[in-house]
């Protein structure tokens, strides 16, 4: 268990994106109040807007999410400056999420604009090697503007073994992998969500029998359980905001005891609360005060880290560890173009 101290990283949007950021930022955080001590830049790179961290090693990867896609590592030290290590072309078109698999072998890429996955292992240092694998969605959707093709925007490596869940918009669908040693992938299932959904993110329950995808063009949360090795079962769908206006959904996350799930609304600005009690995610209150476009959010420790991107702020929010609500933010951090943080895992698990 951690004493609520530890070292943040913070994506941001560069000019290559239309962003105001010019890197990875650090932030050192307040055990006491949860606030960030920013340390400044510490990684020059460009667009690194999703970022993941080696389950066992001081390592940390970001996408460049560029037209000629790559993913970048670098040495963590003990206070947060960053060590480059390498740099891979991803073989797509924007890369926006990255993830790595539990037993810290392999590094998964989603190339949004290009709707695929590419594949790289990691050597005994955690640097990401060459791709072994790029496999390519196909298909489109029923919005025109958004699902014009696929667009690959998260992948999920299992809690255990060599499976993987990506999630693409553009077709409204979660493909269902099995990796090989080599660094292969397998398609084993693809489920369909409703059309028009635009599957964005997912997010797994600690029990392993039960996931919930925000529907960014649709304003959804679809609940699923698993359904054996051949997929995920549809539980029912809820809506994610009850503010009226513009609700485009962002990042989804379930807090580490399972008990609740958290939900970024961009348009509305707005964080929603859902409890898992029951079949489908039950709705416990919406706060306002997430800023102009809240891209990501993350647990930490005892609070909600929000990044406002077009704010340029990272909002932290008291959680009740009760009855699992943020209150009003108590700090408002100024990071240019902020879109995620990350925190060790022993912050996650606090």
């Known amino acids: 268990m951690s004493d609520g101290t530890g070292i943040v990283h913070i994506g941001c949007y560069t000019a ?151 999630v693409d918009l553009g077709t409204d669908s979660i493909y269902r992998y099995e990796r090989d040693p080599a660094g292969r992938l397998r398609q084993t299932a693809r489920v369909r969500t409703q059309p028009g959904t635009g599957p964005r993110h997912l997010a797994r329950h600690p029990d392993g029998r039960r996931c919930f995808v925000a529907g960014e063009l649709d304003a959804s949360v679809t609940a699923y359980g698993w359904d054996g090795a051949d997929g995920l079962t549809e539980r029912g769908r809820i809506e994610a905001s009850r503010r009226s206006g513009l609700v485009q959904p962002s990042e989804i996350a379930v807090g580490p005891d399972g008990r609740f799930l958290y939900l970024a609304n961009r348009g509305v600005g707005t964080v929603a609360v859902y409890a898992l009690d029951d079949d489908l995610p039950r709705y416990v209150a919406e706060i306002s005060g997430a800023g102009d476009w809240p891209r990501h959010l993350a647990l930490l420790g005892g609070y909600l880290y929000v990044a406002e991107e077009r704010t340029d702020v990272v909002a932290v929010f008291p959680l009740d560890r009760g009855t699992g609500v943020p209150s009003a933010a108590t700090i408002r951090v100024e990071v240019a173009s902020p879109t995620c943080v990350l925190g060790d895992r022993s912050l996650i698990l606090a």
């Open 16 to 166: 290559e994106s239309g962003g105001r950021g010019t890197g990875i930022v650090a932030a050192r955080r307040d055990a006491v109040s949860g606030g960030l001590d920013v340390l400044g830049v510490v990684a020059t790179t460009p667009s690194p807007s999703f970022l993941a961290r080696h389950p066992r090693l001081p390592v940390l990867y970001a996408v460049n999410e560029l037209t000629a896609g790559t993913v970048s590592a670098w040495t963590i030290h003990s206070d947060g400056a960053l060590t480059p290590l390498s740099v891979r072309s991803t073989g797509g078109d924007s890369p926006c999420h990255v993830a790595v698999d539990p037993g810290g072998e392999f590094l998964f890429v989603a190339n949004y604009g290009s709707g695929s996955v590419s594949v790289h292992p990691l050597d005994a240092t955690g640097t990401p090697q060459e791709r072994t694998d790029l496999v390519t969605h196909d298909g489109s959707g029923v919005v025109p503007d958004r699902q014009d093709g696929p667009h690959a925007h998260m992948v999920s490596p299992d809690p255990v073994g060599a499976g993987l869940l990506a």
